[in-house]
């Protein structure tokens, strides 16, 4: 009767926030909760966000998360000459699309006053497809840098990475050896085949960036490092503009133009995400 009072009252609070809580059960224990906001009009992977956590912390993270979302950067980076920028995310996870999609066009506003890298989180969540997506995207831009944003840009629009390559002009060749020579490398395949590795039994370990991770404590998608430091920014261009200029020591004069302040929509496509809406990430806690 405790327990079944205890999920009555957790129902009843997520109901306040929108959401209900769906709990798969093995006898008496349960192993896994999973909250869905039943305020989104997405679907798929937008409309939810799995977690282990309690109710009352998932509410807290989701407060948060909307406060990150509708305000620029409040955490103060290193400034420097040329800021290094590196945005951690999953090639399909929609909320790592979605924060790509803002910061592109401040790559393409800054140009070379900025280093700029995409890297993968240390794990991946969304099946051997994004493994193989991350391998091609760190090789074309390790090898094919010009033709890197390019390409980025046509697999945020459509989700279809073989026919980016072709539309881009990606050069197979030095693609798939490439991605060959990283797979040995970093035992991309072997990570992801040996299920006894995979975090939480759960997740391939994908280890090409996994000194990276650990170095700033990337815990999932996205995350967004401006000279080594965590900037907590909104997803939109404008916020993401400011947040890199804000680690110059002398801004450069594109700092003063004007980018858009709508943040992307998540997952693949145009769009843009409704007001007000959680800037949710994929994790495992």
């Known amino acids: 009767m405790e327990g079944k009072n205890l999920l009555k009252d957790q129902q009843f609070l997520l109901g306040l926030l929108g959401m209900f809580a769906v709990v798969v059960t093995i006898g008496l224990i349960g192993v896994s909760i999973a909250y869905y906001n039943l305020s989104s009009k997405s679907s798929g992977d937008d409309a939810f966000v799995a977690t282990n956590q309690q109710p009352a912390v998932a509410a807290n993270n989701t407060a948060a998360a909307n406060q990150a979302q509708q305000q620029p950067a409040t955490v103060s980076v290193p400034k420097s000459a040329k800021p290094n920028v590196e945005l951690f995310v999953m090639a399909y996870c929609p909320y790592g699309t979605q924060m790509e999609k803002g910061i592109i066009p401040v790559i393409e506003k800054l140009g070379n006053k900025i280093d700029f890298s995409v890297k993968f989180v240390f794990y991946s969540m969304h099946g051997q497809k994004e493994v193989l997506e991350q391998l091609n995207q760190y090789c074309i831009e390790k090898q094919q840098n010009s033709k890197y944003l390019s390409y980025l840009k046509c697999f945020l629009g459509s989700g279809d990475g073989a026919s980016c390559l072709t539309s881009t002009g990606i050069d197979s060749g ?28 759960q997740f391939p370990k994908f280890d090409i960036f996994a000194a990276d991770n650990t170095k700033y404590n990337v815990q999932g998608s996205p995350t967004l490092i401006i000279n080594g430091a965590e900037a907590q920014t909104g997803r939109d261009s404008a916020s993401l503009l400011s947040a ?35 800037a949710a990430g994929c994790a495992t806690n």
């Open 174 to 201: 030095k693609l798939a050896s490439c991605t060959k020579s990283a797979d040995t490398q970093f035992n991309v395949t072997k990570n992801f085949d040996d299920k006894a590795s995979w975090l939480s039994g």
């Open 244 to 278: 890199v200029c804000g680690a110059f020591n002398n801004q450069p004069s594109e700092c003063k133009d004007t980018l858009s302040s709508a943040t992307p929509a998540s997952g693949f496509g145009s769009g843009t995400a409704a007001a007000g809406a959680p």
